[in-house]
């Protein structure tokens, strides 16, 4: 008896298995692999301020209808858009996660104030923020201390800049700082001493 014909329909049936097996589990790792390499490094997790510190950020940095506000991280938009709906101002909102942007320009819309508080994708680090009367944060210490260089170099003098829950190391003392619901919020303005440390 010969053999070898069902031999060989054996191996052809079991690579046959074995590759259908195999091709949706390789399909799966490089659509997995694809999405990874396009999701961008975050260097802060995003952990939303709660609404009654971004008053309290928004109140300390006395934000009005003339203010034009950056808001350097900024998640889901929720302190441009309320700096836009409830005290007139324009905002532009910076963060890195796509999402985030995407979510933050839905708010905007939803708020009705997507004319004054715009959204971007961005890396802080290679951000114009030169036009702002306000810059709020919340960054992690390490972060803030590598942007504070550039917020001396790039914001005028008298800029008023807020952080919260992180201040920017012992090189730049708060001049003020107030706590809400336990979460403590850091305010600085812009000075000729500081512009002088990046000349």
Known sequence: MNLQPRRRTLLLSTA???????????????????ATAATPR????YVPTPQEVV???LDLARVGKKDTLFDLG??????????????????TGIDIDPTRIAEAKENAKKAGVSDRAQF??????????STATVVTL?????INAKLRPQLWKQ????????????DMGSEWPAEKTVEVDGRT?????ITEANKKEVA
């Not at 975050?42 to 997790?45: E, K, M, N, T, W």
């Not at 938009?77 to 101002?89: D, L, M, N, S, Y």
């Not at 971007?120 to 923020?129: H, I, S």
Request: with cysteine; net charge positive.
């Open 16 to 34: 046959a298995a074995t590759g259908l097996m195999m091709f949706p589990f390789g399909r799966v790792l490089a659509q997995a692999t694809a």
């Open 42 to 45: 975050l260097d802060v997790p």
């Open 55 to 57: 008053d309290k950020m």
């Open 74 to 91: 900024c998640g889901d938009g929720r302190i441009v858009v309320t700096a836009a709906k409830e005290r007139g101002a324009r905002g």
């Open 120 to 129: 971007r994708v961005g890396d802080l680090f290679k951000t114009d923020f």
């Open 138 to 142: 919340y960054l992690l210490p390490t």
């Open 155 to 166: 914001l005028k003098v008298g800029t008023r800049v807020v952080s919260h829950a992180f």
């Open 185 to 189: 919020i850091y305010y600085w303005t």
